[in-house]
């Protein structure tokens, strides 16, 4: 059994995934109110711990039966009311169900020791070579500070608040181009904006966007992929996408990580993708399946 969480009604990539489990006759369940979705820890007659979840209109299952496909862990401790109590209600469940969700044997994705895979977090584990240099502010004017300091031809700047993003080739133009009133910022700097996106769910990846002469089969781009999909396969984390710069010698560096990439990302991939996540569902995480023997 396959059951879908997530806590937007809305989200494209949830009914995509319950469309094609139902069209191959795979058994699922959706959950998009987790309000209603319950859950429990126990220790059964050997001190092993158990999780029992209770799912609307399907009853109780045990953490055993079920693998559980996660979409958007940050949205759970968004309260629906603006109150405090709202507020540290859903904040205490968010953390009920990361407690919950780490000690399940089949979840995608599951969350780490200090985040449920934000992308900050997932670029520690990887190796600095292999990163474009990044920066968040809520002060425009730190960019300025900043250019100096990274050899680069451009800014690629986003507001996490709006989600406008702003490609600036020319560093110098930083402080005409950027709203003085905008805060949230995350940009990095990068030698080009030659984008290559790849969707990995395990270890097979699906490029869905690539430029004309950038070949991604080439053996750096591919070694790239391989330890990477390794490194966060290692983290729990087996379905993401990477959004890849190149510089000029065609040499792949990475922009971000998404834990949770949107459907318009891979539709066109859309079948081969949902049949590679079925398939990892079936793969408990080893550090769960060892611990639970």
Not at 10 to 17: N, Q, W
Not at 58 to 82: Q, S, Y
Not at 91 to 114: D, H
Not at 133 to 153: F, H, K, Q, V
Request: with cysteine; aromatic share 8%; glycine share 6%.
């Amino acid at each position: 059994m396959i059951l879908l969480l997530g806590a937007d009604p809305r989200d494209a990539a949830m009914a995509g995934f319950a469309e094609y489990l139902a069209s191959h006759s795979i058994p699922h369940m959706v959950c998009s109110d987790l309000g209603q979705l319950g859950f429990g820890v126990y220790l059964d007659a050997c001190g092993r711990t158990g999780v029992r979840l209770h799912v609307p209109g399907h009853g109780t299952v045990r953490g055993d039966e079920v693998a559980v496909f996660v979409r958007n862990p940050w949205m759970f401790a968004l309260a629906k009311e603006d109150s405090d109590d709202a507020r540290f209600a859903g904040n205490e469940y968010y953390a009920a169900l990361w407690t919950v969700c780490a000690l399940l044997p089949k979840v995608i994705n599951r969350p780490g020791p200090q985040a449920w895979q934000y992308d900050r977090e997932v670029r520690r584990s990887l190796e600095r070579s292999s990163l474009l240099p990044e920066y968040w502010t809520t002060d425009p004017g730190r960019l300025l500070d900043r250019r100096d300091a990274c050899a680069s031809s451009e800014v690629h700047v986003e507001d996490l608040l709006t989600h406008e993003c702003r490609i600036i080739e020319d560093p110098g133009d930083l402080g005409g181009r950027l709203n003085p009133g905008a805060s949230h910022l995350r940009a990095v700097f990068a030698p080009s904006s030659r984008y290559v996106v790849h969707v990995c769910v395990g270890q097979r990846s699906f490029t869905v966007l690539n430029e004309p002469d950038v070949d991604v089969d080439e053996e750096r781009h591919r070694t790239l992929l391989r330890d990477l999909t390794e490194t966060l396969s290692r983290r729990g984390i087996r379905f993401f996408a990477v959004a890849l710069v190149t510089d000029h010698q065609q040499r792949p560096l990475v922009s971000r990580i998404l834990s949770d990439p949107p459907f318009s990302w891979y539709r066109a991939h859309a079948d081969a993708v949902h049949e590679q996540l079925c398939a990892e569902l079936a793969r408990p995480f080893p550090e769960i399946a060892e611990s639970t023997r």
